[in-house]
Structures are given as structure tokens and as C-alpha cells.
């Protein structure tokens, strides 16, 4: 019996990452994804009609073709390798000397060893965060894990997820490796932060979005463990992107002990049930063409981003006449002259305002339907009829909508998962990949651990993070419908398989056996008067986390919350 071309992408999927002159071929076409996103034809090379030829090896047979937007010419990489000395990691085109960053992710998926790291590595990284990082130690002497603060960092209410991330850690390193961890093992040691994305002491580096490494020392650093969003450049190339806390690192947890996908990521049992929509007898063609979005109001990256959630007196009660005949034109107006300060949630909410009107003037249905269904706050308060936007609603500012059961989405053609506060939607990028409509993935400075498993024009249409492209993207896919539909159908399938035991092994497997592996690895040991000496001064102990028992683990962290605010005093 053949594989279905879902099956095969995720098995190619894992096989191209055995070689690392591949990895580095797909790492170069990544570096092109931007000029991809602009293309309006697949093109020659990226033919999905061939469902017995995957994705992974075409891309793999193509040796970094890719479709110059500018012109019909074939350009090609040159050949690339990866050196590596006591002062660099790069990877270098031999061609023009241009070395582009390999990071210990592309490291660690190709199965090279880490550079080896000590306990004063481990130290020194602490000092690169603002909060949310912590040591973990494994102590032989008493066969348990601790986890320990530093002093100088902030101790901020995101610590539940630091918390969260430590303690399914430790059942994972003891699910996995029960030889390595025993009394008659060395001591480990291993940094491990959480959060939406990583809370860097070097703001200014992430302000310019540069391309290469925010430190300029040049030595290689210890590895650090990000249970979170990761910056999509390679501003810091020792920070792994591991699975977010919440169901997908629980998950992962549960599987490590009973090898039984979680209900998230399999179909849906029934309406209202946990599990992935798949749209089952929902035909692509019939569903409603527009793009819908429904979700929170939350800020944009917010330590290293301007961007406004606008206030209603600023933008519009200044600027305005609300006694005019028409106060919504000349609101929106207004925002569309200062769209480019606007949080990206905000910027759909504008070009929705913008498609309501023109849907007035053509009698037809709006392309886009961005609306918030919550306000930020306790408990999420609906958005429909909350004062926080009584007077936007007033002028007929269609920003706020009733929320919709993921039964509901499923039966629209476009989807989006426009990034929060982390930059990314954490849970959202996977539901929507598994409906039977077209997700348009929004690309932003942050990315998740399992974006990396995804390609563009094959399971998603990229936008831009601010998503002054998305109206050009809808248009695409409305005369490409052909095209359109097999990149939503390798999506679904995609999800589907990941649901399975074999693709849930494989997904396991890639991002958190592999990665700790390569940790686990990398470490040499100290001395027992090391640890004592520095860490009595500097780093204060404030988890010590379950041995492996996974119901404890998941009962205990029913208190975590409360844990947090007994320790914030002390660290604060």
C-alpha cells in the first residue's frame, strides 16, 4: 500500500535531517522565504502535483533553486559547509566568502555534537537574560533536580511558565535517560528559560533585527533551552526553541511515559470535544472565502516593540469630527495613516473596517473578518459590548466580534494566525493547519519549535508580520484556486499525520530527544567545591521538581501559580 503524500513528507521530513549539507541547502532557501513570499506561482520547481516525489526531497534534488520574484531566472546557492573553531560556528559559501550563522538548533537536528560547556558558561548566560532563566542541577548525592534563580534577574509573573517547564523537564530527562541519571551518575547542568520569547538583557540588538550574533565576543556559548518563542535570526544561535508550556510540552510528557497521543492533536471526537478540526465532509470550494480571525487583544513583543493598541481618545476623539456626517470613513482614515504604529492584530482589525466598506460599495461579501472576540484581562472579557471599546462601537469601528468554536472556522476558506504577545499563536498555527481552509501564516521576528517542520507554498501562504500583504495573498489564492487548495489539503494532511503514533514518535523524537540529547551530551562536569562556592552567592534555589512521577508532576502544578507569588518577595 502506498504512503499517503502527507506520510511521506513527514518521514522526508526526518531523513533530510540526517545530512547536514541538506539541512544547510534548506537553511539557505529559509534565508530566501521572503522573496518566496512575494512569488504568485509555485513554479516549476515547487510542483505539488507529484504526490509520490515529497516536499522535503524535492527541495532536497533541487540543491537551493529557487524562483527569483524579479526575474524567470533560476538562481542557485553555492556549495556550503560548516566549519567550526574555538571562535565561530558558521556556516561558509566557499564561492564568496559569506558566512551566513548555523545554530545549535541545525546542529542538534543533523545529529552534530554541541561544543562541550561548563558550569561558568552556564553562569555567564544568566547574566544575558532580564528574567525567566534558570539553572537546572541534577545533584547525584540526592538524586534530585533543583532549579535556582539568579539573584540579579527580575523574578516577573511569567515565573508559572518557568515553573511549568522545569518541572515536565525533569520528567522528560528521566523518562528518556534513566541511566544517565542515577546516584552513581555525574552531576548535570543545563540553562533553561520560558516565556513567550526569550527576556535578552540586549534590547538594542533585537531593535536593529540583525542577521548575525548579538554577541560580539565570538566564543561559543553554553546551549540554552527556550520552553517558548525563539527569535526567527540568529541574534542568539545557542537558544533552542523547545515545545511551549501548555499542551504542547505536556504533551510530550505524556508520551515519553505512555506512547498515547494527547486528544489535542488527534481528530475531534465530537462537537465541543478537545481534539483538531478537520472539517470532515467539508468541501474546499464550498467554503466561505474570507479570512477569519478570532481572538485576544494583546500587545506585540511588547519589550522590543513600539507598536500601539490604540487608545479611542488618541487616535479618534482627537483627530476627528464625530459630529461629521460620516465619523467610521474618518476613523478609518485615521488609522490607516497611522497603521504602521498598530500592533498586527489591530492592522487586521483596519483592513476589515477597509473591506466592510468596500463590500458596501460592491454589494459582495468582505475578504477579511479580523476581530477581537476578548479583551485582555482576567478571565478574558468578551469584546462584544465591553466598555474598554464602547465608544469604537459607537462609530461603527467593527473591531469586536463573538467568538466562534473551531466548528464554526472550519467552514471558512482563509484563515490567519496573527502572533500575540510571544510574537506566534502557540496553540492556534496547529489548529487552523488542520481545518480544510488556506492558512495564511504570519511571519514575524519569533517562531515556534514546530514552524520549523512547515514550509511555505507547500503547507502555508506566508504574510508579512505586518500584514500589508495579506489583501495581495487573498487575491492569489482566489485565482489560484488550484494551487490554493493543494497547499490547504497538504496542511490538513500534514496534521493528520502528526496525530498518529508514528508522526507523534517522529515529532518527539526531533524536538525534545534529540535537543536534550545533544545537551546531555555537551556538559563536563565540575567539581562538588565548584558548585558550592558560586552558587551561594549568586543563585538562590526556588524548585526542587518531581522524580518523574507524572500524575504528581500534573497535580503539583495545579499549585505552581501560588509557588510563584510565596517566592516573588525573595527574588524580587
Not at 476589515?352 to 475578504?367: D, F, G, I, V, Y
Amino acid at each position: 500500500m502506498s504512503s499517503s503524500p502527507a506520510s511521506s513528507q513527514v518521514h522526508n521530513m526526518q531523513s533530510h535531517r540526517q545530512s547536514s549539507r541538506q539541512r544547510l541547502v534548506l537553511l539557505a532557501i529559509g534565508c530566501a522565504a521572503a522573496l518566496l513570499a512575494s512569488m504568485y506561482t509555485l513554479g516549476p520547481t515547487v510542483s505539488l502535483d507529484d504526490s509520490s516525489f515529497s516536499v522535503s526531497r524535492r527541495l532536497q534534488t533541487q540543491l537551493g533553486m529557487y524562483i527569483d520574484p524579479k526575474s524567470v531566472d533560476i538562481k542557485q546557492f553555492s556549495e556550503e559547509h560548516i566549519y567550526q573553531n574555538n571562535n565561530n560556528l558558521v556556516t561558509a559559501d566557499i564561492d564568496n566568502n559569506n558566512p551566513t550563522i548555523t545554530t545549535y538548533t541545525d546542529l542538534v537536528h543533523n545529529e552534530i555534537e554541541l561544543p562541550k560547556y561548563t558550569l561558568q558558561q552556564v553562569i555567564e548566560e544568566a547574566k544575558t537574560m532580564r528574567s525567566k532563566y534558570a539553572i537546572l542541577r541534577y545533584d547525584p548525592t540526592t538524586d534530585k533536580f533543583t532549579g535556582y534563580y539568579y539573584k540579579n534577574e527580575r523574578w516577573v509573573p511569567g515565573c508559572y511558565k518557568l515553573m511549568h517547564s522545569l518541572s515536565a523537564l525533569t520528567v522528560l530527562l528521566r523518562a528518556i535517560f534513566p541511566e544517565r541519571f542515577t546516584p552513581d551518575s555525574p552531576e548535570f547542568i543545563m540553562g533553561v528559560s520560558s516565556g513567550d520569547y526569550p527576556a535578552m538583557v540586549d534590547q538594542a540588538c533585537i531593535y536593529r533585527d540583525q542577521d548575525g550574533p548579538c554577541d560580539e565576543v565570538g566564543g561559543l556559548r553554553a546551549p540554552v533551552l527556550h520552553f517558548g518563542s525563539v527569535f526567527r535570526k540568529a541574534m542568539f544561535p545557542n537558544m533552542i526553541a523547545m515545545p511551549m508550556p501548555g499542551e504542547h510540552l505536556d504533551c510530550f510528557v505524556s508520551w515519553s511515559t505512555s506512547k498515547e497521543v494527547c486528544g489535542q492533536f488527534k481528530p475531534q471526537p465530537h462537537i465541543g470535544g478537545p481534539g483538531l478540526v478537520f472539517g470532515e465532509g467539508l468541501s474546499y470550494d464550498e467554503l466561505t472565502p474570507q479570512v477569519i480571525w478570532r481572538g485576544t487583544d494583546f500587545p506585540f513583543l511588547n519589550l522590543f516593540s513600539s507598536l500601539d493598541q490604540p487608545d479611542y481618545e488618541d487616535y479618534i476623539e482627537d483627530n476627528i469630527d464625530l459630529n461629521a456626517a460620516n465619523p467610521l470613513a474618518d476613523a478609518i482614515t485615521v488609522m490607516r495613516e497611522n497603521y504602521s504604529m498598530l500592533v498586527p492584530r489591530w492592522q487586521g482589525v483596519v483592513l476589515t473596517a477597509e473591506a466592510e466598506q468596500e463590500a458596501l460599495q460592491t454589494n459582495s461579501l468582505p475578504k477579511v473578518n479580523i476581530k477581537f472576540s476578548s479583551a485582555k484581562g482576567k478571565g478574558k472579557p468578551a469584546a462584544v459590548g465591553n466598555p474598554k471599546y464602547k465608544q469604537w462601537e459607537e462609530i461603527g469601528f467593527p473591531l469586536a466580534g463573538h467568538g466562534m468554536p473551531p466548528e464554526e472556522m472550519s467552514k471558512f476558506k482563509y484563515h490567519i494566525d496573527i502572533g500575540g504577545g510571544g510574537g506566534t499563536t502557540w496553540t492556534g498555527t496547529t489548529g487552523k493547519l488542520a481545518m480544510p481552509g488556506l492558512l495564511f501564516h504570519h511571519i514575524t521576528p519569533t517562531k515556534d519549535y514546530i514552524h520549523d517542520h512547515l514550509l511555505p507554498w507547500v503547507h502555508y501562504v506566508p504574510v508579512q508580520s505586518d500584514l500589508s500583504d495579506l489583501r495581495e495573498k487573498v487575491d492569489w489564492a482566489e485565482t489560484h484556486t488550484d494551487e490554493a487548495r493543494k497547499i490547504a489539503e497538504s496542511a490538513t494532511e500534514f496534521m493528520r499525520q502528526m496525530g498518529t503514533p508514528e508522526g507523534y514518535e517522529n515529532l518527539f523524537v526531533e524536538d525534545v530527544v534529540k535537543p536534550l540529547k545533544g545537551v546531555i551530551d555537551a556538559y563536563v562536569p565540575g567539581s562538588q567545591g565548584e558548585w558550592e562556592k558560586v552558587f551561594k552567592k549568586s543563585f538562590e534555589p526556588f524548585i526542587e521538581c518531581p522524580n518523574g512521577d507524572v500524575g504528581k508532576l500534573f497535580r503539583w502544578q495545579a499549585t505552581m501559580k501560588h509557588m510563584c507569588k510565596k517566592w516573588e518577595p525573595k527574588l524580587s
